[in-house]
């Protein structure tokens, strides 16, 4: 049980910041309401009204989202590989460069087809 | 100091060529300009798939590999070899008929009979995606038999699965039932493979490893009180296989799919994807599971019995000739399953081995065939599906429809063709147990063979003893790639009908080496 003395504290702690944090930003904050700061947060759909039959939203947060997956998924290994790095040598280092190259290639044929023009 | 593991390049190297050409092939897609991608893809497309299969002929000259290779992760053993070289040979010709480009959609984004979609038209705008998409998947199905490590096989299943639902959705014509196609594809497939990887969880809390080797191993010593994570362990991972080889109860995926799907797509997925699916079965069944056949047994009979019974019977209503091959698929795979069947400690494996990797071959080769003619018939919108289409196609065509009847000839294994072979070759090692229920297993494969051979006869009665329509379908001049296909698919099927015997030969000596054990 000791063993899961820390997380049990990490977790008491994140809590407990989180729902400070949230609780006190009313009373803290400033308040200046503009029409920007009213829209919906971040995914540029308005949820209401809806529209009729469920209507069309723009694909360009998906392309964006899946994008970051990518290279959040690259960064996940990457970690790892850099606290190891002086124990795993050069196999190590051939591994991911590889990997990175294989990354860049999604990369260069999203940046060609356009996939990080916004418009 | 970790020591770094140790690879056998030259035992990976056919996967390593086709992944590849694959990634050199997003590059092309990437920097080439538009007019030149076909002309770069279809010649590295083909060189890859041939030079992979030299290597696989090399490495067979060689001597096969009696050590798992990659950390014991992927086993290139005799049974490997012979799979991948049968993928390969199907992938090259399902590649040619990808080759004809009156197949693919424009643009699969745009919605069907929208501006967006004439503007991709007008602009000659074309998904040469296709070919490293195709690469990527036939990469998936080569690792998915050979690898000997579930996770590995988890690895090895999505990067097979996850092109062919793309593919799935750019027929040309018919866009909403392609994109259905993929649809369904895709959240079905999901779902199974979520089902195989929970097996995997629940095998390795059996096994302590997900190697397959481990697993046996540790189902050789026995004992323990897990037997709920093996019991149930074992029937996730059935699920999440047999739903790609398409057996009932998991086969409503299939027609769906083989009709919406472009038509040399759906002859990719008939013929390699059930082949590499095969090969995984065959893998964790008998490799990981062979010691515990008393517990798979009695439930895969039950799937055996009801995916032949099931697939002849449902054929036999259908009004489409893709749908009609996807059950005739079904069909088949309940055959294939009758050869899975007879494993065990009996020694009746090299001998069920060598039957099933032999039907793999014949089956593949005749369905490539099949559906290179389908493509053929065609209407004002597209080819021709619906069965009264086809009605007469004998007068107006002889040649073609002669062919299509000997395919569909060898798919009921009437002698002669390549079909039975396959099938006397399967039935002969489950009869040969000298098991009763193994035996009567065989009977009700025989009697769903000749209820199959009801609608592949009823078709041919179609094509040549009835009167062709006026407005009856066109049949297109076939280009070059497809005259190959369908030559090469013929001759294959006659030759392995009258001398069977040099690619049992080469089975037999394939399934000697077994798998890695």
């Not at chain 2, 490495?59 to 990659?70: K, M, N, Y």
């Not at chain 2, 690792?143 to 579930?150: E, H, I, V």
Request: a neutral charge; proline letters at 5%.
């Amino acid at each position: 049980m000791e063993l899961y003395a820390p997380i049990l504290v990490l977790a008491v702690l994140g809590a407990g910041f989180a729902v400070f944090s949230v609780s006190i930003a009313p009373f803290t904050g400033p308040k200046r309401w503009n029409r920007a700061k009213l829209d919906a947060y971040e995914c540029g759909i308005d949820p209401t009204p809806q529209p009729i039959g469920g209507g069309r939203f723009p694909l360009k947060y998906m392309i964006t989202a899946m994008l970051f997956i990518v290279f959040d998924i690259e960064i996940i290994f990457l970690y790892p590989w850099a606290v190891a790095f002086d124990k795993l040598g050069v196999f190590g280092l051939v591994e991911m460069v590889l990997f990175i190259v294989t990354v860049l290639v999604a990369y260069a044929y999203v940046w060609r087809r356009r996939g990080l023009d916004w418009d | 100091m970790i020591t770094a593991p140790t690879i056998e390049y030259f035992a990976l190297a056919p996967l390593l060529i086709i992944f590849g050409a694959a990634i050199i092939g997003v590059l092309v897609e990437a920097f080439a300009p538009r007019y030149l991608r076909r002309a770069v893809h279809v010649p590295l497309t083909l060189l890859s798939l041939v030079g992979a299969f030299a290597l696989v002929i090399l490495q067979t000259v060689r001597g096969v590999p009696t050590t798992p290779a990659a950390m014991g992760s992927v086993a290139v053993d005799g049974p490997t070899l012979f799979i991948w070289g049968t993928i390969l040979v199907l992938s090259f010709v399902s590649v040619l008929l990808i080759n004809d480009e009156e197949q693919f959609v424009p643009s699969a984004a745009a919605v069907p009979g929208s501006a967006e979609e004439e503007k991709a038209i007008t602009e000659g705008a074309a998904h040469t995606e296709v070919y490293p998409l195709a690469l990527f998947a036939i990469g998936g199905m080569l690792l998915f038999p050979a690898s000997n490590d579930l996770l590995i096989m988890f690895v090895a299943l999505e990067v097979m699965s996850l092109p062919l639902y793309l593919l799935c959705g750019l027929a040309r014509r018919r866009r909403l039932l392609s994109q259905e196609a993929s649809v369904k594809y895709f959240l079905l497939g999901a779902f199974s493979s979520a089902f195989f990887l929970y097996g995997t969880a629940l095998l390795y809390g059996f096994a302590g490893t997900v190697d397959l080797l481990g697993i046996r191993e540790r189902l050789a010593v026995g004992g323990g009180g897990t037997e709920t994570l093996l019991l149930v362990g074992t029937a996730m991972l059935g699920v999440g296989l047999l739903f790609k080889i398409g057996a009932a109860p998991f086969q409503a995926w299939k027609p769906d799919v083989y009709q919406g799907a472009p038509t040399p797509i759906t002859a990719l997925m008939a013929s390699g994807t059930l082949v590499a699916a095969f090969g995984a079965v065959l893998r964790v069944f008998w490799v990981a599971l062979g010691n515990d056949s008393w517990n798979w047994e009695p439930i895969m009979w039950g799937v055996a019995a009801l995916t032949m019974v099931a697939g002849s019977i449902l054929a036999i209503t259908q009004t489409d000739i893709k749908r009609m091959l996807a059950y005739s698929s079904i069909a088949h795979a309940g055959f294939l399953l009758v050869g899975v069947m007879a494993v065990g400690e009996r020694g009746q494996n090299a001998l069920a081995l060598s039957g099933l990797l032999f039907y793999l071959v014949t089956y593949g080769i005749t369905t490539v065939g099949a559906f290179a003619i389908v493509t053929l018939v065609r209407d004002p919108g597209g080819e021709a599906w619906h069965l009264s289409r086809w009605a007469g196609l004998g007068k107006r065509s002889p040649k073609l429809a002669g062919l299509f009847a000997f395919f569909l000839l060898a798919f009921a294994g009437i002698p002669l063709t390549s079909g039975f072979f396959g099938k006397y070759a399967v039935f002969r090692s489950a009869v040969a147990l000298g098991e009763a229920w193994l035996t009567g297993l065989v009977v009700l494969a025989v009697v769903a063979s000749a209820a199959a051979a009801f609608f592949y006869v009823r078709v041919i009665v179609l094509m040549f003893f009835s009167d062709p329509s006026a407005d009856g379908p066109t049949v297109v001049t076939p280009s070059w790639a497809t005259s190959t296909v369908v030559g090469f698919s013929a001759f294959a099927t006659v030759a392995l009908g009258v001398f069977p015997q040099p690619v049992l030969d080469l089975a037999e000596k394939a399934a000697k080496s077994l798998f890695v054990q």
